[in-house]
């Protein structure tokens, strides 16, 4: 992952889309019930869990590197099950030279690998992401590859900033009586990420192909509490 500015998701990438997001309602689900998505922000080490929990990996590994120059975010690295039928071990890598907000954002994309990826998908040097991009680019048809890098970034958006919080705050928004800035900081992202989840694109992609809603102000695990 590399710094960007933040694009509203192409066309081409809606009927991805509608086959993916409604991963993160169970996800947002579970976290909702253990832990209230009401009190942001979003904890990135919970997820994690979930994320095991659901079966998407063995486990997953957050390590801090260094990193050659701040524009290399950070990446992640797929290992063998650790027994047949298992799912395959994670581990994520990120700049230590990252603030928390770019931390928890590139942490959370990055797991999202382990939820999005089929083989096709994972690209581990740079040699063979070079044809990806030079696709995007032409304006081709893009691969699995390029979509995955997408929608790993829209998933990890609608996990740390989920559709049941921000839109309450899109009047506000796009009036600009609250900036990109301001959202980061209740919710501990960048400007790239609040501005991404706050595009109208965004929204209208995650309303067709997210319809469940998590009702935030009911939790299942609150009775046994």
Same mark, same amino acid.
């Given at each position: 992952?590399?710094?960007?500015?933040?694009?509203?998701?192409?066309?081409?990438?809606?009927?991805?889309?509608?086959?993916?997001?409604?991963?993160?309602?169970?996800?947002?689900?579970?976290?909702?019930?253990?832990?209230?998505?009401?009190?942001?922000?979003?904890?990135?080490?919970?997820?994690?869990?979930?994320?095991?929990?659901?079966?998407?990996?063995?486990?997953?590994?957050?390590?801090?590197?260094?990193?050659?120059?701040?524009?290399?975010?950070?990446?992640?690295?797929?290992?063998?099950?650790? $027994?047949?039928?298992?799912?395959?071990? &994670?581990?994520?890598?990120?700049?230590? %030279? #990252?603030?928390?907000?770019? @931390?928890? *954002?590139?942490?959370?994309?990055?797991?999202?690998?382990?939820?999005?990826?089929?083989?096709?998908?994972?690209?581990?040097?740079?040699?063979?992401?070079?044809?990806?991009?030079?696709?995007?680019?032409?304006?081709?048809?893009?691969?699995?590859?390029?979509?995955?890098?997408?929608?790993?970034?829209?998933?990890?958006?609608?996990?740390?900033?989920?559709?049941?919080?921000?839109?309450?705050?899109?009047?506000?928004?796009?009036?600009?009586?609250?900036?990109?800035?301001?959202?980061?900081?209740? $919710?501990?992202?960048?400007?790239?990420? &609040?501005?991404?989840?706050?595009?109208? %694109? #965004?929204?209208?992609?995650? @309303?067709? *192909?997210?319809?469940?809603?998590?009702?935030?102000?009911?939790?299942?695990?609150?009775?046994?509490?």
């Amino acid at each position: 992952m590399s710094r960007g500015r933040a694009q509203v998701l192409p066309f081409c990438y809606a009927g991805f889309a509608m086959r993916q997001l409604d991963e993160a309602f169970h996800i947002l689900s579970d976290y909702h019930d253990a832990h209230d998505l009401r009190m942001v922000p979003v904890l990135v080490d919970k997820l994690r869990d979930i994320i095991v929990a659901r079966g998407y990996a063995s486990s997953i590994g957050l390590h801090k590197v260094a990193y050659n120059g701040r524009n290399i975010l950070g990446g992640v690295k797929f290992y063998d099950p650790p $027994y047949a039928g298992a799912s395959a071990g &994670v581990e994520i890598y990120y700049n230590q %030279a #990252l603030s928390k907000e770019w @931390e928890r *954002a590139v942490a959370c994309k990055e797991m999202c690998h382990a939820i999005l990826d089929e083989d096709d998908d994972r690209v581990t040097n740079a040699r063979d992401l070079i044809p990806h991009i030079q696709a995007l680019h032409a304006n081709i048809l893009p691969t699995s590859a390029v979509q995955s890098e997408f929608m790993a970034e829209v998933l990890a958006v609608e996990l740390l900033m989920p559709y049941e919080l921000r839109c309450h705050h899109i009047e506000d928004f796009s009036s600009g009586k609250v900036s990109a800035r301001e959202l980061g900081l209740r $919710y501990w992202l960048p400007p790239y990420f &609040v501005s991404m989840a706050m595009t109208p %694109a #965004l929204f209208s992609i995650v @309303e067709q *192909a997210r319809p469940k809603r998590v009702d935030i102000n009911k939790r299942r695990a609150a009775a046994a509490e």
